[in-house]
């Protein structure tokens, strides 16, 4: 893993637990669905489910 991918990572996950506390936690950032769980358990700290982040690119 290259320095910058740790970086980002960090952040990713600095962001999860600021939406953890806001109660986001779980919710995609793009349609404002629920998260499925087998893809948290995959990327703890994901911002949106596949669909979205595919729209994202
Ligand atoms: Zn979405």
């Known amino acids: 893993m290259q320095r910058g991918a740790i ?18 936690y779980g919710i995609c950032q793009g349609c404002g669905r629920s998260i499925p769980v087998e893809r948290l358990e995959i990327l703890p700290y994901a911002r949106c489910w596949v669909p979205c982040q595919l729209r994202a690119g």
Do not use: C, P
């Not at 970086?7 to 986001?24: N, P, W």
């Open 7 to 24: 970086e980002q990572a960090l952040k990713e996950i600095d962001a999860a637990f600021a939406r953890l506390e806001q109660g986001t």
